[in-house]
């Protein structure tokens, strides 16, 4: 990743340039007798956006609350900067932590909310005035600093939580689902200033959700939490197009990938999927295995899918659409391949040609399009 080797433990080597803005090495939490993180190892350069993703329960605010020092490690560390921050007390790791709740003080206002750290730090009237100031014109939020939170909308009130961040000037911003309490049109408009924000001040951003389109339209780069450990990390489209498991395709994407069942029949030379029998014909990707039986599942994603003349028997997978969902510009057809439980979902454009529900198709997909998977569900190619 460019960012060096992790320091041993203590001080870092003479001469050695920490470059990352947050490290962490075997990074491990447990509650109890219940492994929540699992040794992770992960590098985040300065100005990054990171956004860790996963379902709930798989460790990803815990890492945030670790770095923040709000949990205490029981093993690896946590360097932020050229320090070694998991044996520093919170206040003295200069990040700021920015929640889903918002956590303002009810009885202050939009001002005193965001200056309220700095005025505890012993900061002059003034020095706070102009720290303010400058963080409600980067939030546009200069008209909304009389206010109380009461009067505030959901948005606004999350502008103000990240403005009372910003005045710190931390090292780290850390963000905890911070659009989950919003509707559908605000969560889209603060991920619009979230990112007007990264790129204005150029932070070094840690962000947490499991809504995988927030993971996508913000990271420049995920990581992709399962069960404590991690899963997979790299650009949003290096994820997207070439996930290293079945459990990342189908995680990113919505649809998510399809994810067919493969068998390979080595007495009669032949595919299956379900009850078809498949050639390559019907899947040019299958040409390109050199070893057919160590193949386990095919994916595709619901928009890779081309229709072919169905009274072709040779060209593409035999289906029948079971149901239609309109989105507007596009629909999704979720059609029933005989022998296959989950229906295949086919992204199409609605002012095209749209089946109708009980039709017959066949769908292909170029080899390009297609990600094979072995049988523990490990990518092939």
């Keep these: 990743m460019g960012v060096g080797t992790a320091p041993a433990a203590g001080c870092p080597a003479s001469g050695e340039r920490i470059v990352s803005a947050v490290r962490l090495v075997k990074v491990r939490k447990s509650f109890g007798s219940e492994p929540i993180v699992r040794g992770i190892d ?13 379902a709930s329960g798989c460790g990803k605010s815990t890492l945030l609350r670790l770095i923040a020092g709000l949990e205490t490690l029981d093993s690896g560390e946590i360097w932020i900067g050229d320090e070694r921050a998991d044996r520093l007390p919170p206040a003295e790791r200069r990040v700021a932590m920015v929640f889903q709740n918002y956590s303002l003080y009810p009885h202050m206002t939009v001002a005193q909310n965001m200056g309220f750290a700095l005025k505890v730090a012993g900061e002059s009237k003034s020095a706070t005035r102009e720290a303010v100031g ?12 009389d206010r ?24 780290v911003f850390l963000f905890d689902e911070p659009l989950s309490n919003l509707d559908a049109a605000l969560r889209g408009e603060m991920r619009h200033e979230l990112l007007r924000l990264h790129e204005q001040i150029g932070a070094t951003i840690v962000y947490v959700t499991h809504d995988q389109t927030e993971a996508m339209t913000l990271g420049t ?15 949003p489209l290096e994820l997207f197009n070439h996930p290293r498991n ?15 069942r493969l068998s390979w029949r080595a007495a009669d030379r032949i595919w299956q999927i379900g009850a078809l029998t498949v050639s390559e014909g019907m899947l040019p990707a299958l040409s390109t295995l050199p070893a057919p039986e160590s193949v386990g599942a095919i994916g595709v994603r619901p928009e890779a899918w081309d229709l072919v003349d169905p009274q072709a028997a040779d060209a593409g997978l035999a289906c029948t659409v079971n149901w239609v969902e309109n989105l507007g510009d596009s629909v999704i057809l979720f059609c029933g391949i005989e022998g ?16 109708a529900r009980g039709e017959r198709l066949r769908i292909t997909a170029s080899a390009a399009n297609c990600h094979l ?9």
Excluded: W
Aim: with cysteine; charged share 25%; hydrophobic share 40%.
């Design 42 to 54: 992960l590098d985040i350069p300065h100005g990054e956006f990171m956004v860790l993703v996963g």
């Design 134 to 145: 400058r963080a409600a014109d980067i939030l546009r939020i200069g008209h909304l600093l």
């Design 148 to 171: 109380l939170p009461r009067a505030l909308s959901g948005g606004e009130r999350q502008r103000v939580a990240i403005g009372r961040a910003i005045v710190r000037k931390p090292r």
């Design 221 to 235: 780069r995920i990581a992709l939490l399962r069960g404590g450990a991690l899963e997979q990390q790299g650009t």
């Design 246 to 260: 079945q459990y990342v395709g189908s995680f990113l994407g919505s649809p998510p990938m399809n994810q067919l």
């Design 340 to 355: 296959e439980a989950d229906p295949v979902a086919v992204r199409r454009p609605a002012s095209g040609f749209v089946p």
């Design 373 to 381: 998977f072995d049988r523990q569900g490990e990518r092939l190619c």
